[in-house]
């Protein structure tokens, strides 16, 4: 998969999981497209590890992927955030 569509894929992935996890955070919408295209990442990553389901291509099962693990690494982003603070 092109780098252009994990980008495009971890755009959607940190939409998605701002629109699933509400709040504030610091860095707003950016911050959370970068965190959307880590975890698209780290979904793909693990996904193809554990269950060997990962992205393959632009499909509904990749930004899924890429959507909870973009959640993932959100919450983890806020409570280290919180502990920072």
């Not at 709040?23 to 950016?30: A, L, M, N, T, V």
């Not at 992927?65 to 920072?84: E, K, P």
Request: net charge positive.
């Amino acid at each position: 998969m092109g780098i252009l569509t994990w980008i495009v894929i971890g755009l959607i992935a940190g939409i998605l999981a701002k629109f699933i996890m509400p709040g504030r955070d610091p860095g707003g919408i950016i911050v959370t497209i970068l965190i959307g295209i880590a975890g698209g990442l780290i979904g793909g990553f693990i996904g193809s590890a554990i269950f060997n389901v990962g992205m393959e291509g632009f499909s509904i099962q990749s930004i899924i992927v890429a959507t909870l693990g973009a959640i993932l690494l959100l919450w983890l982003y806020r409570v280290f955030r919180r502990r920072s603070v």
